[in-house]
């Protein structure tokens, strides 16, 4: 039976990965992979994460199975984390926050809630949306379609064709946000546009699903769940994916949690024995290790304090060199605008070069990015960006022979 399977060719981030690391030049940069990365070029541990690590180790006292809720203490953290401190919805008891391997197991379960719900649903995606999106729900058996959302011209939002879409939707679809950090344009609804956005969810009463993959990486950890308390605030249900891998530096352990937003505090009751039950299904039992480090770390005010100092480091030094690197093309006198680096947010931004231009980066100058030249603007480093800023320059200023 097994005979019948073919390779498939690797995820193009892989693909380049594999090049990267094969590339000798000395000079050589990856702004392909999506991890935030240091001055050093590094994806450092949190040192907020390594102490909270340190207490699990020493205190805990058995593997056992959790259970299908997981680990209760992260539970309820992430819950205040993703929804804000003092959410209605949240004392009225009708949100419930289970945790997940990773944002994208947390994706996966809600791809799988929305099908138990309603077979034949379909999902709105902004068009471009992280690829995996694109895999993940309709690997749960769900339909695909996509709402205008960037313009390449301007490098912004396609706000009204954005808002045109969403209106023509309504009970029974489903639309898929990112709630900051845009992967991969880099581009987000600013808190007016994200108003006018989720009244629109409450007038047509689709079911949102917001992803919260970024969270503290565009403004501050709690300017960037407004998506997630105004459409709380506006509509009866809501689905929100949200992802510890970036902003806890925990990328390898895999957590996430998947949040339910219902009508009344029975039917969230409800809707969590139907996660239970297709968690069961999926991986049987979630992984203990990583929740139980961030339970441990947002119950002390003390990691907490120090934790919120480190996402706003990295917040910071993403947006610094987003400001560097605008600069310093202006100043090496490209005549291409590239202003749009400092109004985007988050690692990604799109360096608007067509393919020959990003192979001519590849291959004549060992800077890799995928062909929608999408950019991880946290890899770059004192080191690195004068080199990548002369080769950007030579790429468009003169045409390959
Ligand atoms: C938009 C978006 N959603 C979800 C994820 C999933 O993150 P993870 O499964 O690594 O927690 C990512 C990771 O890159 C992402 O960019």
């Excluded at 949190?46 to 680990?71: D, F, R, W």
């Excluded at 929804?83 to 997940?100: D, K, L, W």
């Excluded at 069961?280 to 934790?307: C, F």
């Excluded at 890899?379 to 990548?388: L, M, T, V």
Aim: glycine content about 6%; proline content about 6%.
């Amino acid at each position: 039976m097994l005979e019948s399977l073919k390779a498939i060719p690797p995820d193009p981030i892989l693909g380049i990965l594999a090049a990267f690391a094969k590339d000798t030049n000395p000079r050589k940069i990856d702004l392909g992979i999506g991890v935030y990365r240091d001055e050093e070029g590094n994806t450092p541990l949190l040192k907020s994460v390594v102490e909270a690590e340190k207490q699990m180790i020493a205190h805990q006292n058995s593997k056992s199975y959790l259970g299908p809720t997981g680990v209760p203490g992260f539970n309820s953290a992430m819950s205040r984390l993703v929804f804000g401190e003092s959410n209605e919805a949240v004392a009225e008891g009708r949100i419930r926050t289970v945790q997940t391997p990773g944002g994208t197991g947390a994706l996966r379960l809600a791809a799988e809630l929305v099908k138990t719900a309603s077979p034949t649903a379909r999902v709105s995606a902004s068009e471009p949306t992280w690829p995996n999106h694109l895999a993940i729900f309709p690997a749960a058996g769900l339909g695909m379609e996509s709402y205008p959302y960037y313009d390449p011209a301007s490098s912004s939002l396609r706000l009204d064709d954005m808002l045109t879409a969403l209106r023509s939707k309504g009970p029974g679809d489903v639309v898929l946000f990112h709630a900051c950090c845009h992967n991969p344009c880099g581009v987000s609804p600013d808190p007016a546009q994200w108003e006018l956005i989720t009244d629109v969810a409450a007038e047509r009463g689709f079911l949102p699903i917001v992803d919260l993959a970024y969270q503290g990486f565009e403004r501050g950890l709690e300017e960037d769940n407004l998506s997630v308390r105004l459409f709380t605030q506006k509509c009866p249900e809501l689905i929100v994916t949200s992802s510890c891998s970036k902003n806890f530096a925990v990328y390898r352990d895999r957590v996430g949690a998947i949040s339910v937003v219902a009508s009344s505090a029975q039917k969230a009751a409800d809707i969590e024995t139907v996660i239970h039950a297709l968690t069961r299904k999926n991986y049987s039992m979630p992984p203990a290790h990583g929740p139980a480090v961030i339970d441990i770390l947002l119950q002390s005010a003390e990691l907490t304090a120090l934790w919120r100092t480190e996402v706003a480091g990295m917040r910071d030094r993403i947006n610094g060199l987003r400001s560097e690197l605008e600069e310093k093309i202006r100043a090496r006198g490209v005549s291409r605008d590239f202003a749009f680096l400092r109004r985007q947010t988050g690692m990604f931004s799109f360096l608007g070069l067509n393919v020959a231009q990003v192979r001519r980066l590849r291959e004549e100058f060992s800077i890799y990015t995928v062909d929608s030249a999408r950019a991880n603007i946290a890899s770059f480093n004192g080191s690195n960006i004068d080199y990548f800023v002369d080769a950007l320059a030579e790429i468009l200023e003169s045409p390959a022979a």
